[in-house]
């Protein structure tokens, strides 16, 4: 079982930036791909960026050029590195990981609200 636990959200003004950290732990030798989406109010969740177990990424569109992901193996961390931050970028971030043997694990989510 793996245990997920993203932090660094908060509230910036558009703009700015933050660094959303993930820490996998428990069978952390089972997680293949990682990745982030995020949720807002009164919408579905939607994915925002994945990384594969050999570095492969892949974005939204709505962020593509602005945001970053990355994994620390040694560290058993991903990051979400989010650089010019928009109102509509406003949601909970959830951190996933999915396992060799098809289970997907999620964080517990962290806010990030960005004022205009």
């Known amino acids: 079982q793996v245990q997920l636990v993203e932090s660094g959200g908060g509230l910036v003004q558009a703009g700015g930036s933050l660094r959303l950290s993930c820490a996998a732990s428990?069978?952390?030798?089972?997680?293949?791909?990682m990745g982030w989406y995020r949720q807002a109010p009164g919408k579905q969740r939607e994915l925002v960026a994945t990384i594969s177990g050999r570095d492969n990424t892949n974005y939204a569109d709505s962020v593509k050029g602005r945001f970053t992901v990355s994994r620390d193996n040694a560290k058993n961390t991903v990051y979400l590195q989010m650089n010019s931050l928009k109102p509509e970028d406003t949601a909970v971030y959830y951190c996933?990981?999915?396992?060799?043997?098809?289970?997907?694990?999620w964080g517990q989510g962290t806010q990030v609200t960005v004022s205009s």
């Open positions: 996933n990981g999915d396992s060799f043997y098809g289970t997907r694990s």
């Open positions: 428990g069978s952390t030798s089972s997680i293949d791909d």
